[in-house]
Every structure is written in structure tokens, then in C-alpha cells.
């Protein structure tokens, strides 16, 4: 049985709480600078639309892959 370590969480809880928010962080980051691109390159409505769909495809993959594993219970 694993000791608590930080915070009164054991090792693989910590490192599963720290993806979860330092991802979620980096998520909204990307979101920024893929609408500081548009507002910048005067994209428009439809232009931003696919800014958005094609550079924030990965970040819908890691959003769909959580939603999965909560729906399905899996962990």
C-alpha cells in the first residue's frame, strides 16, 4: 500500500488531479491563441469556425476520451 506523499494523496492520485487541471489549463491557453489567431488574421465568423474545428480537434479528443471513461466507468 502506497504512503500519502502530498497533500494526504498517494503518488498515482496526485499525478491523475495534476493532468486533469494542468491539461484543462493548457486546453483554455490553446483556446486563446487559436482566437487571438483569428481576431489577428480578421478570420470571420467562418474563418474562426475552422480555426477552431481543425486546431482544436486534439483537445476535443482528450475532452471526449474523459466524458467516455466517466459514462462508461472504466478506471
Known sequence: MSEPLLFGL???EFSELCVKFLV???IAYMCFIIWNLAH???AGKMGTLWLFFGLGFGMFGF???ELLIK???MH
Open 71 to 73: 459514462i462508461f466507468g
Open 24 to 26: 484543462s489549463g493548457l
Open 40 to 42: 489577428e488574421s480578421k
Open 10 to 12: 498517494t503518488e498515482p
Open 63 to 65: 475532452i471526449a476520451k
